[in-house]
């Protein structure tokens, strides 16, 4: 009963935050629901002060780092895998290869490093290994709210699929990223060699990346004959809920890579085979649905938990410079990729400044420093809360008018 409780609330606000934005706050999904909610915690947490307890304890059962990462993670990876051509993705495999490998560790090195030195100005002392978990959780980005706001505004293809390519794949880059320096500050791996935790990344993304091939492969062979569209939605629903299971507790390796890849090639491989056009109309409606579904959700959790974050004077001056951090390590982890790749010719600068600012950080963040368990947790939790919410807020905002200045330009 507290299980349906908490869904029938949730997606009760869901539903009349997205209305309220529909009508009248006019703003893409991601960002307007989320500043609704972030009013409504707001509202639930004065009225407790001043003795009403508005929100009846009703979220206290609420675990958004288990509902995301073990659930919600692998449906949006993989709905927004569906919709993406594999054949155009292709063309600019290298470019996000090194997005979504090199400038993930080298922005979690970056922002870890720079947040140990913050610390020890502000003499919050936060142990060596613990910035380094917040570089891996706050290096990911999120594709959610800048792909709406990329095809709203038409922008180039080119653009969008660099940018969707990245982040299908740099979530599992970077959960793999903040477990080895969670287990590093823990101490639970203190002995853990450079062979030992590159063999772990192989084995986590290269393992997730090889086993959602297989899966994807083999599920398409079977879908690509079904022309009933039932069949295929229950199929590719079992295929998510199954296929994660399998990869991360049986042969552990990366989930969400898993899924996103296995979305990949059943795309490309239905297209070729004997189903019609109206059951490929269907499932991938079916998807896109969901997708918006979880995605309003997650954002509403995202405002929601806004009620537990505590803040004080050290914490509010981190907060302000990490979000600095945060985004000169994106600009830097994309700027040396990309000058590598032009062999050291000249730099469109224009564009990396729209990689960096589209860069939006999400609910991967959020999930992952919540999971974080010690004294440490609420100053981890409240920066991450506080530079999601300014990458949300003023980044995504904002994209629209720095893409289309940027296509001006170009003309």
Same mark, same amino acid.
Request: with cysteine; hydrophobic share 60%; glycine share 8%.
């Given at each position: 009963m507290i299980g349906f409780k =908490?869904?029938?609330? #949730?997606? $009760?606000?869901t539903a009349i935050s997205s209305y309220i934005n529909y009508r009248y706050v006019k703003l893409p999904k991601s960002i307007g629901i989320t500043i609704i909610t972030l009013f409504l915690s707001l509202f639930m947490i004065v009225g407790t002060k001043i003795g009403f307890n508005i929100s009846g304890n009703v979220f206290i059962?609420?675990?958004?780092? @288990? $509902? %995301?990462?073990?659930?919600?993670?692998?449906? #949006?990876?993989?709905?927004g895998s569906l919709h993406v051509n594999v054949i155009e993705l292709s063309r600019y495999k290298t470019l996000i290869t090194y997005l979504a490998t090199f400038s993930v560790i080298f922005s979690t090195l970056f922002i870890g490093y720079c947040l140990y030195v913050l $610390?020890? !100005?502000?003499? !919050?002392? =936060?142990?060596f290994y613990y910035c380094f978990v917040f570089g891996a959780l706050i290096s990911p980005t999120d594709p959610i709210a800048v792909l709406g706001i990329l095809k709203i505004i038409k922008a180039p293809k080119s653009l969008e699929l660099k940018i969707a390519g990245e982040a299908l794949f740099n979530d599992g880059m970077g959960i793999v990223l903040f477990f080895v320096a969670l287990s590093l500050a823990y101490g639970k791996n203190t002995d853990l060699?450079? @062979? $030992?935790?590159? %063999?772990?990344f192989f084995r986590q993304g290269v393992g997730g990346l090889i086993l959602g091939l297989i899966i994807g492969y083999f599920s398409a062979i079977l879908l690509r004959n079904v022309n009933d569209p039932e069949i295929t939605i229950i199929f590719t629903l079992g295929l998510v809920s199954g296929g994660y299971y399998i990869s991360h507790y049986i042969f552990e390796v990366s989930g969400p890579i898993c899924m996103a890849s296995a979305g990949l090639v059943i795309s490309n491989m239905i297209k070729k085979g004997e189903m019609t056009e109206d059951t490929m109309i269907r499932l991938c409606s079916f998807w896109e649905l969901l997708d918006e579904v979880l995605n309003a &959700?997650? %954002?509403?959790? !995202?405002?929601l938990e806004f009620i537990g974050i505590r803040f004080d004077i050290y914490t509010l001056l981190s907060v302000f410079v990490s979000i600095f951090i945060a985004l000169f390590g994106r600009w830097l982890s994309i700027l040396i990729p990309i000058y590598g790749l032009t062999y050291f010719r000249m730099l469109n600068f224009k564009l990396l400044n729209i990689l960096t600012w589209c860069g939006l950080r999400g609910g991967v963040s &959020?999930?992952?420093?919540?999971? !974080?368990?010690? &004294?440490?947790?609420d100053f981890l939790v409240s920066i991450t809360y506080a530079v999601v919410i300014f990458s949300m807020m003023v980044q995504g905002m904002s994209i629209s008018h720095v893409i289309k200045k940027y296509l001006r330009r170009k003309r």
């Open positions: =908490l869904a029938g609330v #949730l997606i $009760t606000l059962g609420v675990k958004f780092n @288990d $509902t %995301f990462l073990h659930g919600m993670l692998s449906f #949006l990876l993989f709905a $610390t020890q !100005i502000f003499c !919050i002392n =936060l142990p060699s450079l @062979d $030992t935790m590159v %063999f772990y &959700i997650l %954002f509403v959790l !995202i405002g &959020i999930a992952l420093a919540l999971s !974080i368990e010690g &004294i440490y947790h």
